[in-house]
């Protein structure tokens, strides 16, 4: 198979579908945003961590391709969706059950914290800031497109899970967190 099929050289793609449609349309930026995220997880889960967060992190990537390929194709093809890996209530849950376990043994948040202090968290940081404007596409496509709702619910789990994991890999990379305090001189 050929990797350049010259498909996209006016400005179009292929959803999951055939249909074709402009590369700026909303959907395709949504699952695009979503592949730039699973990228930067990618980068993260190759950082200096414990095997369970990497783990969890590949589960994270696996969830993200299910979720862009029902972002691909559109809600009236019911064939193509059906045999679609489905995004669950459980694996919503999954996410909040690691963000409890992350957090159990954190110290108390009491000031917006600034993103840095190792490659590794600002990784994480990048990673959480990419899932946020993935998740405002996300929305504003689903008030044009119909599809499962936890998917949004998914994605939003997931920044929250991405801001506790940069507080627990500072704490075992012994990194200082720098509290924003407003008005505070530099």
């Not at 589960?59 to 862009?68: A, C, D, E, P």
């Not at 999954?94 to 992350?102: F, H």
């Not at 994605?155 to 305090?181: A, H, P, Q």
Request: proline content about 3%; overall charge neutral.
């Amino acid at each position: 198979m050929k990797i350049y099929t010259k498909g996209g050289d006016q400005g179009k793609t292929s959803l999951f579908s055939g249909t074709r449609v402009p590369k700026h349309h909303l959907r395709i930026e949504s699952y695009g945003t979503l592949d730039e995220l699973n990228a930067f997880i990618g980068l993260l889960r190759d950082q200096q961590a414990a095997k369970s967060h990497q783990e969890f992190l590949i589960f994270i990537q696996k969830r993200l391709f299910n979720i862009g390929s029902h972002l691909a194709t559109e809600s009236d093809k019911q064939k193509a969706i059906q045999k679609l890996p489905e995004i669950k209530d459980d694996d919503v849950y999954r996410i909040e059950d690691e963000i409890d376990q992350l957090n159990e043994n954190l110290p108390r948040m009491t000031h917006f914290i600034l993103p840095g202090g190792h490659t590794t968290v600002s990784y994480c940081h990048i990673a959480r800031c990419v899932c946020r404007r993935a998740e405002r596409l996300v929305a504003a496509l689903h008030e044009e497109a119909d599809f499962n709702d936890r998917i949004i619910q998914f994605i939003n789990r997931l920044s929250d899970y991405l801001f506790v994991l940069s507080r627990k890999l500072s704490k075992d990379l012994d990194c200082n967190e720098i509290k924003w305090v407003p008005g505070e001189p530099s």
